[in-house]
C-alpha cells in the first residue's frame, strides 16, 4: 500500500505523519482510499505528503474532515503553482452558482481549500516566502469581494441601488486593505485589517424602502464582516479588524471620501500616516480606488524630507521598545526584539520621511522599499540584504508557526512536537540550531533599528568618583562620611535587604546586577535633599524588583533613569509607592521629555489607540491589562509635571479627567465587543451604542485628583421591548444592565497593575436601590417628579463624558430643564443648609471637631462650604440666566455668576482663590500620601472669606438633619 515518505524525518514526527494517514484512511471510502494512494503512487507527492501531515495539524485535520475533497486536491495538479486573483475568482464564482450553495459555507470550505495547498506548497517549499504571501494575499481578495458581492446583491434587492447626490450616479463600497493584506504580503493565518469608504451621500433609489447611502454601506460593511468573520462549523475565512478606520473603534463603520479625506488632513496622526502607506483599494472599482489614493496621498506623504515627524516616530520606536520589555515578547518572532515589526518599521520610517520627494519609495511592499532605501543612502552598503535576509527567515518562521495549527500567532513554540515541526520546516536539524540561526538575524535587525532615530545625546557618563561598596565591608561611618546623616538607621536599611530571603535565593546573574546596581544607587541618593529618606522609600522598589534584574539592569544601563527615579522618590512617597507597586513604569523615566509632559485629550487617545490597536478586542485580560498601564503611565507623568512644576493645579485636574474619559471610552468598546458577540447588537436608532455615561463629582466637575473615584450614571436610550440581533438573544434591558455591569467589571477588578477606578454609583435615579441603567425617560420622570434637591445639586456637576452622543443631548436637555426650574428660594435654602449640617456631622472626621485642625474639604469654610454656595446659585437662578447650566465645574460657575452680577464679582474671585488654594494643597498632600487635613492656623484668610459669603448668601443659623430624607440608606455627599 503507497503511503506518504517520512524518510529523512524526526521520529516523532514520521510517527506523527503515519497515525494522520492511517486515520485519513479509516474515514475515506473505497473509491477514495484508492484514489488517495494513486496520487502518491503516479506523482512525486509521496514526500511532500509526509512533511505536509508531520508538520502542520491544520493540514491534517483538513484531510482528516473530507478525505474525498483532499484526494480531489492531490489529483488536482493544484499542488504544483500558485493561482492569481482571475482564477480564484473564476472558481470561486462556479462554486457559489451551485443551486444550493449556502454562502457562508461555500466561501469557508473554498478558504479552507486553497490555504490547505497554499501552506503545503509553503512547508513543503514549493513556493518561496514571496510567493506564498503573493498567493494568500489574492485569495482574501477575492474572498472580500465575492462577500461585497453577495451582500450588495441582497441589500438592492431590498432598498434599491445608491446613487450620488451630485450627480445620480451608482455608488460602490471601496475597502480599503491595510497592513500586511494591504502590501499583498499577507501571512498563512492573518486578520485582515479594512477600512470601508464610498464615494459620496445621496440614497437608494427603492421607491418605497429608500435607505441614506451612510445607512446603506453601513449594513453592507457589516455583511461583509459577519460573512467572513463569523464562525461556523466550518470555521472562518478571514478575521475581520476595524480598527484602523478614523476614530477607530467609535467611530462610524463607513465614510464618504470627503469625509475620509477630511478627517485625515484635519485629525490624521503620525501612526495613521505610518499605517495608511500599505493601503490598497481591493474592491469598488478601479476609478474610485484611484480617486480616493489620490486624496489620501498628501496625507501620507508629505512634499519634502519630512524631518518634522521625526520626533513622532521616536515616540513609536520607545513604545515598541517598552512594549517588548513590559509584555516580554522575546519568543514572538514579529513583536520581539530584532523581530518583523521591527524591519517593518525601519522600512515605513524612511518611507515617511523621504516619500515626498523621493517618490519611488511611495511603495507598499517592503522588499523593494529597502533595495530603495539603499540606493538612495538611506541605509548603509549591505544592510539591506541583512534585512531581507532576517525578514524572509522571520516570515518562514511566522508560516511555520501560523500553518501549524491555522491559529494567529507568532510566539515560538514550547512543546516537542511543534518544535521539531519548526526546525524542520527551516532547514535545521535541531530546535536549538533553529535558536541559533533566529538569533544572529534578530541581533542584527535589533543592531540596525536601535540605530534609527536614535535619542540625541548620550546618557551621562559615569561618575569617576569611588563608590559605596555593597558587601559587608559597608558600615555606618563610610555612609555618614558619604553624606547619609542618619546612618545608623540606613545601615540597619540595607542589611535587611542584604539578608532578605529574596537576595539570598538570587540566581548569579540577579546577584552580580545587585552588586552592580547598589553603590551607584547609594550615590544617587546622596544628590536628594535628604538622602536617608529618599533611600527608605526607594528600598522596597528595589526588594520588589530584586529578582526582576532586567529592571536593575535598565537602571543601570539609563543613570539618567535612575536620577529621575531619586528625583521623583525624594519629591513624594506616593510615587515611589506607585512605582514598587509597578515597577514596569519605571519604562517612563527613560524619556524625561515624555515623563514630564502630559499629553492632551487628542494625543491620550492617539496613544490609547496605538497601544490597544493590534489587541484582539475579545481578549479581555489583554485589554484590561493595556488599560491598567496606559492609566497608571499617565498619572505618573500627570504627578511628575505636578512636582516638577510644569502643571497649575486646573491642569493637573483637567489632565487626570481628560484621562479618565479617554480609558472609558475604550472601557465602553471592550464591553460593547464582548457582549455583542454574544447576543448580537439591541434594538437601537442609529450607529452609536444608545449608551452614554455621565460623571458626576469630582469627574463631572473636572477636578479629579490622584486616586479619585468615579462618580458614575449609565443612561441608554432604546426601545424597552426591543430584543438583540444575534442567536442567543436577550432583551434590551438585560443587555444594556449587562453592558453597565462589564463596564464596571472593567474598570473595577484588581489585576497586577491594580484597578483602574473605583467607582460609586449612588448618584444614579432611586440610588442603591435604582436600576443600573436608566432609560433617557426614566431619567427625566425621576429628576422631574422624585429627585430630590441634593440630587439637584449633583446635577449641576453632572457632564457627559463618554459613549453616544445623541443620548447626551437628551439627557442635557432634561439636566438643563430640570436646573432651570423656577424654585421657592426659602425652601430652597433651607434644604440646602440642613444637607449642609447633616454631611458635616457625618463626614467631617471628630479630631477636626476641635477647631485645632481644618479640614480641606469638609471643614467650616472649606471646599464642599464653597460648592455648596455655587450648586444652591445654580438652582434659585438658573431660570432666570440659563447660562449657569452651560458649565459643571466651580470656577467657571463662579466665573458666570460674577459676570451676570448674581454675586459680588470681588467675592467670587475670593472664592475662586480659596477653592484653588483648597484643592491645590490637596493635592499636594495626596502625593505625600498625607490626609487633607492642616492645622487651624493655615488658610485662616480664606476660611474667613468662605464663611462670610455663606452667611450673606445663606443666612447662617439653621442646623439640623434632614430626617425626611435617607441617602438611600448610606451617607454620601452630592458635590
Known amino acids: 500500500m503507497t503511503e506518504p515518505d517520512v524518510a529523512g524525518l524526526a521520529p516523532a514526527l514520521a510517527d506523527n505523519a503515519q497515525a494522520v494517514w492511517a486515520s485519513i484512511m479509516e474515514r475515506a471510502d473505497t473509491e477514495t482510499a484508492a484514489a488517495l494512494q494513486q496520487a502518491l503512487a503516479a506523482t512525486d507527492l509521496a514526500r511532500e505528503c509526509g512533511r505536509a501531515l508531520a508538520c502542520s495539524r491544520f493540514v491534517a485535520e483538513q484531510a482528516r474532515r473530507n478525505p474525498a475533497t483532499f484526494s480531489a486536491l492531490l489529483n488536482s495538479g493544484d499542488l504544483a503553482h500558485s493561482l492569481t486573483a482571475k482564477q480564484y475568482a473564476q472558481r470561486l464564482a462556479e462554486a457559489l452558482d451551485e443551486p444550493t450553495a449556502d454562502p457562508m459555507a461555500v466561501l469557508r470550505r473554498f478558504r479552507n481549500r486553497e490555504m490547505l495547498r497554499i501552506v503545503w506548497r509553503d512547508f513543503c517549499r514549493s513556493a518561496d516566502t514571496r510567493e506564498t504571501i503573493a498567493d494568500t494575499s489574492a485569495l482574501a481578495d477575492t474572498c472580500i469581494a465575492a462577500a461585497q458581492s453577495l451582500a450588495m446583491a441582497q441589500l438592492q434587492a431590498r432598498h434599491g441601488i445608491p446613487r450620488g447626490r451630485s450627480d445620480g450616479a451608482e455608488q460602490n463600497l471601496v475597502v480599503l486593505a491595510m497592513g500586511k493584506l494591504g502590501a499583498a504580503e499577507l501571512n498563512v493565518s492573518s486578520d485582515i485589517d479594512l477600512i470601508f469608504a464610498f464615494p459620496e451621500a445621496g440614497e437608494t433609489d427603492h421607491p418605497d424602502k429608500p435607505l441614506s447611502n451612510e445607512e446603506f454601506f453601513t449594513r453592507l460593511g457589516r455583511a461583509i464582516i459577519k460573512l467572513l468573520d463569523q464562525p461556523t462549523a466550518d470555521g472562518f475565512v478571514f478575521r475581520v479588524d476595524m480598527r484602523l478606520r478614523p476614530y477607530g473603534e467609535s467611530g462610524a463603520l463607513v465614510h464618504n471620501f470627503t469625509a475620509l479625506e477630511e478627517y485625515y488632513q484635519d485629525q490624521g496622526r503620525d501612526w495613521e500616516r505610518y499605517a495608511m502607506i500599505k493601503a490598497r483599494p481591493v474592491t469598488g472599482g478601479e476609478a474610485n480606488g484611484q480617486t480616493l489614493m489620490s486624496a489620501l496621498r498628501p496625507f501620507v506623504y508629505r512634499r519634502y524630507v519630512d524631518f518634522g515627524v521625526i520626533e513622532s516616530l521616536r515616540s513609536m520606536k520607545q513604545m515598541i521598545q517598552t512594549e517588548v520589555r513590559r509584555k516580554g515578547l522575546q519568543d514572538n518572532v514579529k513583536l520581539g526584539s530584532g523581530g518583523i515589526r521591527d524591519v517593518e518599521f525601519i522600512a515605513q520610517c524612511l518611507q515617511l520621511i523621504r516619500g515626498g520627494r523621493d517618490t519611488a519609495l511611495q511603495r507598499r511592499e517592503l522588499l523593494p522599499v529597502l533595495d530603495e532605501c539603499e540606493r538612495l543612502g538611506s541605509l548603509p552598503p549591505g544592510v539591506a540584504k541583512v534585512l531581507r535576509d532576517a525578514y524572509l527567515f522571520l516570515r518562514d518562521s511566522e508560516h511555520a508557526i501560523q500553518g501549524f495549527d491555522d491559529r494567529q500567532s507568532q510566539t515560538l513554540p514550547g512543546d516537542e512536537l511543534p518544535r521539531l515541526a519548526m526546525a524542520t520546516l527551516m532547514g535545521c536539524d535541531s530546535w536549538d540550531d533553529y535558536l541559533s540561526v533566529l538569533e544572529s538575524h534578530r541581533e542584527r535587525v535589533a543592531q540596525h533599528f536601535s540605530e534609527l532615530i536614535a535619542e540625541p545625546g548620550a546618557d551621562a557618563p559615569e561618575d569617576a568618583e569611588e563608590l559605596l561598596p555593597w558587601d559587608a565591608s559597608l558600615d555606618a561611618a563610610m555612609l555618614a562620611k558619604a553624606g547619609y546623616r542618619q546612618s545608623e538607621d540606613t545601615l540597619a536599611r540595607l542589611d535587611t535587604l542584604r539578608e532578605s530571603r529574596k537576595l539570598l535565593s538570587l ?412 484643592r491645590s494643597a490637596s493635592h499636594q498632600l495626596a502625593l505625600q500620601q498625607i490626609e487633607g487635613v492642616v492645622p487651624a492656623n493655615e488658610f485662616v484668610p480664606q476660611r474667613e472669606a468662605v464663611r462670610r459669603c455663606w452667611d450673606t448668601l445663606l443666612c447662617h443659623g439653621i442646623a439640623g438633619g434632614n430626617d425626611d430624607k435617607e441617602l438611600n440608606g448610606e451617607t454620601h455627599e452630592p458635590g
Open 507 to 918: 540566581q548569579s546573574e540577579g546577584r552580580e546586577r545587585l552588586h552592580a546596581f547598589m553603590p551607584r544607587f547609594l550615590k544617587a541618593c546622596l544628590d536628594s535633599e535628604d538622602p536617608d529618606r529618599t533611600l527608605a522609600r526607594l528600598l522596597p522598589l528595589v526588594t520588589a524588583v530584586v529578582r526582576r534584574s532586567a529592571y536593575l539592569a535598565l537602571l543601570l544601563e539609563n543613570p539618567r533613569a535612575l536620577q529621575q527615579l531619586v528625583l521623583l522618590g525624594s519629591a513624594s512617597p506616593w510615587i515611589a509607592t506607585q512605582l514598587e507597586r509597578s515597577p514596569v513604569l519605571l519604562d517612563e523615566l527613560l524619556d524625561s521629555a515624555s515623563l514630564y509632559s502630559a499629553p492632551d485629550r487628542e494625543a491620550l487617545e492617539n496613544e490609547l489607540q496605538q497601544q490597544v490597536l493590534r489587541l484582539p478586542i475579545d481578549d479581555l485580560e489583554a485589554q484590561m491589562d493595556a488599560l491598567r498601564y496606559f492609566k497608571a503611565s499617565h498619572v505618573l507623568r500627570v504627578a511628575a509635571s505636578e512636582l516638577g512644576g510644569q502643571l497649575p493645579l486646573m491642569q493637573v485636574s483637567d489632565k487626570l479627567t481628560f484621562l479618565a474619559e479617554v480609558i472609558l471610552g475604550q472601557v465602553i468598546a471592550i464591553a460593547w465587543a464582548d457582549l455583542v458577540a454574544k447576543y448580537g447588537e439591541p434594538d437601537r436608532q442609529g450607529d452609536g451604542y444608545g449608551f452614554a455615561i455621565f460623571g458626576y463629582g469630582k469627574l463631572g466637575g473636572i477636578e479629579l485628583g490622584h486616586g479619585s473615584d468615579l462618580d458614575l450614571v449609565f443612561v441608554q436610550d432604546s426601545a424597552s421591548q426591543g430584543v438583540t440581533s444575534g442567536p442567543r438573544q436577550i432583551d434590551n434591558v438585560m443587555f444594556y444592565t449587562r453592558l453597565g455591569q462589564r463596564i464596571i467589571h472593567i474598570l473595577e477588578t484588581r489585576m497586577m497593575l491594580g484597578q483602574l477606578y473605583e467607582v460609586d454609583m449612588r448618584l444614579r435615579p432611586s440610588g442603591a436601590s435604582g436600576m443600573l441603567v436608566t432609560t433617557c425617560e426614566g431619567f427625566r420622570s425621576y429628576q422631574s417628579d422624585s429627585a430630590w434637591t441634593w440630587e439637584h445639586q449633583a446635577l449641576v456637576r453632572a457632564r457627559f463624558v463618554a459613549g453616544d452622543a445623541t443620548v447626551a443631548a437628551r439627557v442635557d436637555e432634561v439636566r438643563r430643564d430640570v436646573l432651570c426650574r423656577e424654585r421657592d428660594l426659602e425652601a430652597l435654602r433651607h434644604e440646602v443648609l440642613a444637607m449642609r449640617s447633616r454631611m458635616r456631622e457625618h463626614l467631617l472626621p471628630a479630631r477636626c471637631k476641635a477647631g485645632d485642625l481644618f479640614h480641606l474639604k469638609q471643614g467650616e469654610g472649606g471646599i464642599v462650604d464653597i460648592e455648596f454656595m455655587v450648586q444652591y446659585a445654580v438652582l434659585a437662578w438658573a431660570y432666570q440666566v440659563p447660562e449657569l447650566v452651560r458649565w459643571s465645574d466651580n470656577v467657571r460657575l463662579l466665573e458666570t455668576l460674577a459676570q451676570k452680577s448674581l454675586f459680588d464679582p470681588a467675592d467670587c474671585e475670593l472664592l475662586t482663590e480659596a477653592y484653588l488654594a483648597y
